[in-house]
């Protein structure tokens, strides 16, 4: 028995099935658009083996190590770094040991459909983890690991990868793209310009970030003229390494659209560090109306992923540090918070700023809407606690009716995970053929139409969206 | 094949269709009623032809032409008017073309199933909608339109409808509909009492408007109590044009209830145009309660739309101006905006209370719970962006479980788009009937109570909450 | 034909609906597990007849009665009482008869799917109750409340109930609990600690209940550090009676961790009737952490029942009193306002605190990401409106993808009404079963898992959480 049902995620009633089997089939072979994530480019340009089974599945995956944490299991005892350096298990058998005993935790989760698609697709085994096979797995894949086959670029091009574009701080030297381009290797693997430590007043070491851009660039960012045209520099050297888009990772949606007068005065506060929560959260919204004017100069593409408190457990904060799975989602306003960039340049067709929530109840009364409108918005896809089944088939039952299909932008997997990006695609797809085959089958779609959709939500549309 | 699927929208599994489509059938001749609309009653004053497709299907609806415009097209080549005169397309056949290079931006959406239907059913098309057969319809359709059963009162009788409601601001001379019952035709088209130019301080003109409400009525309107006499008076004229009801658009559903002296106070400043935006919101709410207890003496029904940001975009309101696709939801809260008018009134079995919202969010979290408790207060049917088929299924699965179906008041299409108007009723039918039938054969309802509650929702439940 | 369908519930497509069948018979007879309710111990201490079919069924079941009002009803016309003693109707039968004449009202809802069950189920009944049944029913269920097997304690153990906890006040004597402890009869009906009334500042009556909390303990509760011993007592009280676990009904989930000065502050101020509503908020916020430290000392579970505007209707609440059908949601925030205490103990593996809300938009975006994290989480089943078919579906539906089932602790029935209990843990296993098929179907979960779960989700789960 196969690790995965073939016709899994596909409706059960025979005449959905069967034409959502046919549509999944004209798409599963489809080449995989990757235009948002966070794999290591290191990994590309090196080129080295992955290190063990723990390192590849657990200790980098927050998905995976959060759902332990939260029935007890220390984040140490799973080889999670500590901040301070503090002693934290290192064997990787014992943390795969760890995982596999916690392994029905994930039942129903689609981490659980994730993990079971890379061990049975990528790794070729065929009984689920468990205490009784853990072993025998972690010997297995770490077999596999030592192979050729197993490398980065090898795993790149099995997967068929059209393009991967990974996010880079702006003040990343992106040796890892260059080395890449360097090698020879044909892979697409591109960069996305991702500003919030340059940008965000509260972020660690914001001055000095600032001042490290001046350096980076020549510009004088101690003025706000200097700080937006180093914004230039570093986009252009950006788009040398391939970046079609910038990524916008922020508390809210807010923006504002300031005369330059007071938004040079509110930068010169914030530099000082001497602005209130209030004033940085407005400098933040300023920012975004600037590099919505900018992707006009130069074609960038603008992701906005909003809505997410970060870091909210103080005590894991202080112990292990960012991205622990502690991110928790709040109510997000667009409506509101996004009428002065709208002002500015909203109508603007040459524009496209593509929006994320975690807040699923804007979809219907704020986001589909608001897509639905203006020419510069797209809805980008489900993000991370929602790019799974339900949240795909809510996604598109709530969406669809008021934007309708060519205001999306096709599946983003936004993960660190790198095996994992064939599975997430393969849901998505699978996800995106059950509803239409669904529509097909309540009259609400012709079928013709539906495979041509089913080729756009694959490929076309992410192609389009991010100009690839 | 016909472009629309008979069984279209009915459940896909063969138990469940098979009792959904005896229910259908069961309900699909009944009559129209359609308490809540934006037809032009001058169409049927006057009983002039449509003047042709584009005028018909693109130009005034907004569900359509704002999809076009999401994805660049200008609003002016569409033919949409703009405030200052200036050019916009009229050539109706080039309106019909990019009409039809769009058409595949509404797939999945209501609209495309609204079109098809109309097409089919009203017209008589065969053919999808696209640039190749875009011309032929278009000549088709300009063919009918010139001959006497397509005159909008032979429509509205080959429609079946039994009432219809247009909507008139509170100085309208409702000389169409004076037209309509003095020409002897026997169609019931009825006005609805409209008052938000005299009772929002926002509102263009409000203090002119006011002066016209006195003017027009005889009544001091520069004193509260004048104000409120002129309100009774315009009532009572509505309800000879065949009101029973009255319809509030305001952006929150606040309410409030002064005593008399800090109401004519407020009233005084906001007269003055001296009112903040506080003292506004205020002032409507005080309104929707006075509103209340005039339905009470009255017994016109009263409906409450409230949570739109009307006009979002200030370039599309500046150019083209209101109701052009860029009124979007916003969260709203009736737990506790209506406590002053529901402490008020609330209890009172006489007083007929409709609410609407574009706030999914609190179907079940607020409305039903209300609804389900109040002796005043109904709920409306599913509004605006879900007047759909998911959309009426998430209200239905929402909604029942905590107010049934006898705190609901059937269905409206509150539509501008008179040839959609059996389309729209058709689609509520067939998502109810398929709602029904899941019930029934999940054990959730008996078979006889299904095919009552399929008449009741169909008809019965309108004719009751809107006193038709 | 029987009243109730023998596959109610279940998924309709035959290959899901024998699955869900199976694992349903799986778990159909499973022990009860009822760890959150509102019974009366004194039904099982006495071990009385029910007085009549009215008192049973319609009188103190506000979800029954709200509906019947919600149509315009009187509330003194359906027997209950007056807050100032004043008539209401007294004859069990006209109240029986007004019942009937309403039920087609409750079509739907899960109300009539419970009264069925227990008509069919608890008496034996085969008709639908109708105003031609009406008559008939009531001397049937009339006859069988005077026999011995319809006694409390008789069924108690016929439905199968393996532990049962009241709620009681922290001033309540707990004396029946101690007479059914005495009388040898070996149910588990456990008592739990309810201490609003002697927390909340706008309770009624505050400062005199904390005066006789310190009466009944021994401490000094003017003083904070009393007070807090006086809880410590109680609770200790409570668990000799029984009691694993506290429950807090609070306006909304505000947490706070002062320092004890401030904390000490507060209290005087409050205790002195001097605080703002902030200031009660805070002070309410400041006990769920004091709640949570004593839980880590004395084990105790610690229930949070957040986001219910009581008695909305101020008429209502004046004339009947509280608990009346007229509490309503309202948007809540868990994130922010849980952050205190997770912050304080959150990450404690020893602490079980059990989320329970009625704004559903939190369960997939604050509440399954908390659960999911935090150890010392767990999100409680769908509550009040949404303990039915629809609501738990899409409880699990939202939640189970991001905190998986292991998060969650099974089902709640939290009723009033006893003769429901059967009949409410009935539609969770239903509702729950036909879940785990789908999944099984669609390739999301293995077979012999699902079995597992089940089993995990009638009664494991709720053991374990609840320490039962």
Redesign the interface.
């Known amino acids: 028995m196969p690790l ?2 073939p ?7 025979e ?2 099935r069967s034409l959502a089997r046919d549509l999944y089939d004209s798409v599963a072979d489809a080449p995989i658009l990757s235009p948002h994530g966070h794999c290591d480019p290191r990994w590309f340009g090196e080129n080295a083996r992955f290190p063990n089974p723990a390192e590849l599945f657990v200790v980098p995956d927050h998905y995976v190590f ?2 332990l ?4 299991v220390p984040m140490a005892d799973l080889g999670v770094p500590r901040v301070d350096g503090g002693p934290v298990e290192t064997d990787p058998r014992t943390i795969w040991r760890r995982f596999a005993a916690g392994a ?7 981490s ?2 994730w993990l079971d698609h890379s061990f049975e697709h990528v790794f070729g085994l065929t009984e ?1 983890l468990s205490p009784a096979t853990a072993d025998a797995q972690f010997d297995h894949i770490e077999d596999c690991l030592g192979r050729p086959e197993f490398r980065p670029r090898a795993l790149f091009e099995r997967f068929g990868i059209e393009a991967l574009a990974t996010t880079e701080g702006a003040l990343d030297d992106l040796r890892w793209h260059r080395m890449i381009a360097e090698s020879g290797w044909r892979g697409r693997v591109i960069t996305t310009y991702r500003p919030d430590a340059v940008i965000d007043p509260e972020f660690e070491g914001f001055a000095d970030n600032v001042a490290q851009l001046g350096a980076l660039t020549g510009e004088d960012t101690a003025s706000w003229k200097g700080y937006l045209d180093a914004h230039r520099a570093r986009r252009a050297f950006f788009r040398q390494h391939g970046a079609t888009a910038t990524d916008h990772g922020h508390p809210t949606a807010r923006t504002e659209d300031m005369g330059t007068a007071d938004a040079a005065a509110l930068f010169d506060k914030v530099l000082r560090g001497a602005c209130t929560p209030e004033e940085a959260e407005a400098f933040r919204g300023q920012m975004l109306t600037e590099m919505a004017r900018m992707s006009l100069e130069d074609g960038m593409v603008m992701q906005l992923h909003a809505g997410s ?1 970060r870091n ?5 904060f202080e112990t292990h540090g960012r991205d622990k ?2 991110d ?4 997000t ?1 667009f ?2 918070n996004l ?1 002065p960039l ?2 500015a340049v ?2 603007n ?1 040459d524009l496209t700023v593509i929006l994320f929530t ?4 804007t979809y ?3 986001l ?8 510069a ?1 797209r809805l980008g896809p489900p993000w991370w ?2 790019d ?4 795909i088939r809510r996604y598109r ?2 969406t ?8 999306t932008v096709g599946f983003n997997d936004d993960t660190r995970a790198f095996c994992s990006i064939p599975a997430r695609h393969d849901v998505a797809r699978r996800a995106d053929c059950a509803y239409l085959a ?2 097909v ?6 079928e013709a ?1 539906a495979f ?2 089913a080729q756009d939500l694959t490929h076309r549309l992410a192609r389009k969206a991010y100009r690839l």
Not at 69 to 72: A, E, H, N, R
Not at 104 to 109: A, C, E, K, N
Not at 368 to 375: F, M, T, V
């Open positions: 995965t049902d016709d899994r995620l596909l409706p059960v009633e005449s959905q959060r759902m944490v939260s029935q007890g029905h935790l994930l039942r129903g989760t689609p659980a459909m689920p408190w909210h457990s103080r005590t894991v799975g502690f928790i989602p709040r109510p306003d409506v509101g009428k709208l002002d909203g109508m067709a975690l807040d699923e109840t219907g009364r704020e589909a809407p608001l897509a639905g409108a203006y020419p918005l606690f929602f799974s089944y339900e949240g039952e709530i669809t009716e008021t934007c309708g299909f060519y205001n669904t529509l089958r309540t009259g609400r779609l012709r139409e041509e959709v």
